[in-house]
């Protein structure tokens, strides 16, 4: 029998094999120790038995709220709740809670019947007396396309919109929202689709009291019935009305008086409006009126924004409107003489009931308004203007003569301190005649209108509803802002609440004109209105 003869060196190779591939089996078991540590670290960490990840559940919820009668399912996975063991340093650590980007910020919208919403869009011939509005019904509210730009406005995301198209517009918007939820419990808010302001343009005129609160009581009775009422009787659900608040506050049954009651039912004065133009009450608030531009993309907002900003401008002012004569202390026929009277190229007149009113046509009117350094924004029908925000858009420093008309309106969009991005001539001043519109707006300098100006065109994404095509990553356009200010407003309740404390003290409490202007006006400015 041979005998069997080991290799010392062979014994030695082995040795070496063993102890490298020790080490490289402990190097990753380290990395991979470290990546999932680090995931915790950045904020997330991975799902065991979970087909979707958060973000991807949300951007589902996102496409099938594309489609109104789909469930909008939950963005935040169950398993974002469970504890997650890892190992940092040897030392065991359980991930308790984990952030959720929506918390505090859930929305839930309601199925409400179509009637309330879509059905009034069936009726599109007759959601204003004088006009046909179908064509206005184009691209998610937004109208006809701007074909022709003619070199004054960029060749995409310019439409013909309506100015009441605003209950439409959001609607379609807040379909992108990333903190939609269909579970009521997780949501802040409550958003309540009715088309107010289009359902009751159809009755204003000619109709008794019965016909335009019809829908008003049918939503009311409908949200009464739904288990997502009781947890604060409304205080948590919100609505939008492309009309101005003043539409919806109808105090008695008199048939010649203007308007439905809606605001003044038990439910709706635990529920926020928003509108184009609030009152005084302080459960309204006002969002800006649509305008022309809807960019896709915040490359398109910054490239309008140059533009604005630097293009040169022939006219001092510029007012784009028409007379009042037979309204009471209507200033527009002062102003309209002031501009028509002042020195060559200082005043740019557009005559909004002229023959061949260009006043809705998108082009004529941001064609004036770029071309102006200052635009006059009296008050016409009511207190605020649509040409506020084309204004505003166009780069021009819109001119206030009453506070009601922006300051104590728009507060969540324009800086408390107003004298950053418009003018502000008190209207009695006007009125009597003591003022000369010319010689106050010329003492600003080239410098200060710059400066102005500049702050003008910060406002513009802040205004403008973007196109739900896509949507913003750099900026928040005015949906997001109100959605924001909205939960932010439902928190604050929901919190005095569990102190114990009653919400509706403030939450719906009339003439609030000071309140709203607290912080904005002077004491002694504010003496001169009230």
């Not at 040409?387 to 922006?406: E, K, L, N, Q």
């Not at 909205?486 to 409490?509: I, L, W």
Request: net charge positive.
């Amino acid at each position: 029998m041979e005998k069997l003869i080991v290799d010392g060196s062979h014994c030695h190779n082995q040795l070496w094999f063993i102890i490298r591939a020790s080490f490289v089996f402990f190097v990753v078991l380290l990395c991979l120790d470290y990546s999932v540590l680090s995931g915790v670290k950045n904020g997330g960490f991975p799902l065991v038995s979970q087909s979707l990840s958060g973000s991807q559940k949300t951007h589902k919820a996102t496409q099938l709220a594309a489609n109104d009668e789909i469930s909008v399912p939950n963005p935040i996975s169950n398993d974002a709740h469970r504890d997650f063991p890892f190992r940092e340093n040897n030392y065991n650590v359980t991930l308790a809670n984990v952030t959720d980007p929506c918390s505090g910020k859930y929305i839930y919208i309601h199925r409400l019947p179509t009637r309330f919403n879509n059905g009034v869009l069936k009726d599109c011939r007759n959601l204003i007396e004088w006009f046909n509005m179908c064509p206005s019904l184009m691209n998610s509210g937004f109208g006809p396309k701007v074909e022709k730009p003619q070199g004054v406005l960029s060749r995409k995301n310019w439409f013909e919109t309506n100015q009441f198209m605003l209950e439409l517009i959001f609607h379609q918007r807040i379909k992108q929202y990333k903190c939609l939820t269909n579970d009521s419990s997780m949501a802040s808010a409550v958003y309540v689709p009715f088309y107010a302001g289009l359902d009751v343009g159809r009755y204003l005129w000619g109709y008794n009291t019965s016909m335009r609160d019809s829908a008003a009581y049918g939503v009311a009775d409908w949200l009464r019935k739904q288990h997502e009422w009781n947890r604060m009787f409304g205080q948590d659900h919100f609505f939008v009305a492309g009309r101005i608040a003043w539409d919806f506050r109808r105090q008695t049954d008199n048939e010649s008086e203007w308007g439905s009651k809606l605001m003044n039912l038990p439910e709706f004065m635990n529920i926020t409006m928003l509108s184009i133009e609030s009152s005084s009450w302080s459960n309204e608030f006002a969002i800006p009126y649509p305008t022309y531009f809807h960019p896709l993309r915040d490359i398109n907002v910054v490239h309008w924004q140059k533009g604005t900003r630097t293009g040169k401008r022939r006219y001092l002012f510029c007012f784009a409107g028409a007379p009042r004569p037979t309204m009471k202390g209507s200033i527009r026929g002062e102003i309209i003489n002031q501009c028509l009277s002042a020195p060559n190229r200082t005043c740019k007149f557009l005559d909004c009931k002229a023959e061949g009113n260009k006043c809705d046509t998108p082009v004529e009117v941001i064609r004036v308004f770029r071309d102006c350094k200052f635009c006059l924004q009296p008050p016409g029908d009511s207190y605020t203007r649509r040409s506020t925000f084309d204004s505003i858009i166009s780069g021009c420093i819109p001119v206030f003569f009453h506070p009601y008309s922006a300051y104590a309106q728009y507060i969540w969009y324009f800086p408390k301190n107003y004298t950053k991005y418009s003018v502000y001539i008190p209207h009695n001043d006007i009125k009597n005649g003591n003022v000369s519109i010319n010689r106050v707006l010329s003492r600003f300098s080239e410098h200060r209108i710059s400066e102005m100006r500049k702050e003008v065109v910060k406002l513009i994404p802040k205004v403008i509803y973007a196109n739900p095509k896509s949507r913003f990553e750099r900026f928040e356009d005015a949906i997001d802002i109100a959605l924001k200010k909205v939960t932010e407003r439902v928190n604050k309740v929901g919190k005095v609440m569990k102190e114990g404390k009653d919400p509706s003290v403030e939450f719906a409490a009339g003439n609030q004109w000071k309140m709203k202007l607290d912080g904005i006006m002077g004491d002694q400015a504010l003496e001169t209105l009230f």
